[in-house]
């Protein structure tokens, strides 16, 4: 070999390694801050959100680790737009909790008769809103990792056995937002937006008469001792609708084979992860409920026709809005509910 050819494959090597070095560079190990505002030991946090974190670091081999904070940056309805405006790295949340209408189609997750476990609501919820109602759109300013509801929601209150619509009837009724308060508020209760920490003060004081909740919120915020009655209905009296997102710019400072791992535990995986701690806390709840006196019941079939038909008229009202922008609100319903398993 020349000199000459000898040096020219020698600067050759260099520049390839020189442009390796530089790709690697660009694509630095992260760590992510991750707000969260449940208790710690929150089946979501516990079984969920950590498990996922752990997930993220194993896939990337260690190039991306996120953080769980001790505590939240944020008041739980200024998590959306913490990770939006880069406050946080990655937050998770409720729809309901803002008090715009950026995520109108969301709301479709939030209607009744929608799931019997939070597993296949979840996993229903993810397919649909992110496919046919293209839920990235919505979640401007964010990359989109979750999306989940939780099991069957059912009314809760210390007053009396709800058996007819008129039972509702000025019930002080704690509410997550959403479709919820307007189906409760339609129903003649009396509703207060609060957050789930929230209520444990409100119901002992006697502010509130009861709440809109799953089975595991009575339990993990010690409500059990001021709950009489629990009236569930098929598919679930209401659900609430949950995002997981991340920073834009911190997405796209992760290199492309680690967002593709991190997608690959995301989505539809998490949507199933999410499902099961939900679902494996509302079956320990049941337990505890039971264990505690409250009279856990079926609502009667004319108070669920009842219900149904207030419903169906929020159901319509929210597939004419999207309609407009081109979404087929009546078809996505139907593929949430039939994925769900619901038969309506």
Known sequence: MTTHTAFKTLLGAATIAGSLLTSTAAFADTTLALSSWLPPRHPIVANAIKPWAKQVEEV???R?????????????PAHYDMAKEGIADITY????????????RSRIGQFSFITDNAV???????????????????????????LFVHG?????NNVRKIETAEDIQGLKTRVPGGYISDLMGDLGAETLFMSSGEVYEKLSRGVIDGAAFTYEALTAFKLTDDIKYSMRIPGGLYNTTWFLVMNDDKWDAISPEDQAAIEGISGAA?????????DDADAAAIEKIDAAGIETYNAPDALVAV??????????????????????????????????????
Do not use: M
């Open 152 to 156: 069957p929601g059912l009314l809760h």
């Open 93 to 104: 949340g409720l729809h309901s909790f803002t008090t715009d209408d950026r995520f109108t």
């Open 60 to 62: 990337t081999e260690g």
């Open 64 to 76: 991306v680790n996120v953080r769980i904070l001790a505590k939240p940056l944020g008041a739980p």
């Open 120 to 146: 296949d609501g979840s996993k229903a919820f993810w397919d649909v809103y992110s496919g046919q109602l293209d839920a990235q759109e919505e979640h401007e300013g964010v990359k989109l990792l979750g």
């Open 270 to 278: 998490f949507a199933g992860l999410v499902g099961q701690a939900w």
């Open 307 to 344: 219900i149904k038909e207030k419903a169906a008229g929020y159901e319509q009202g929210w597939a004419d809005a999207i309609a407009g922008d081109g979404y087929d609100g009546a078809a996505a319903l139907d593929a949430i509910r039939t994925q769900a398993g619901v038969d309506y």
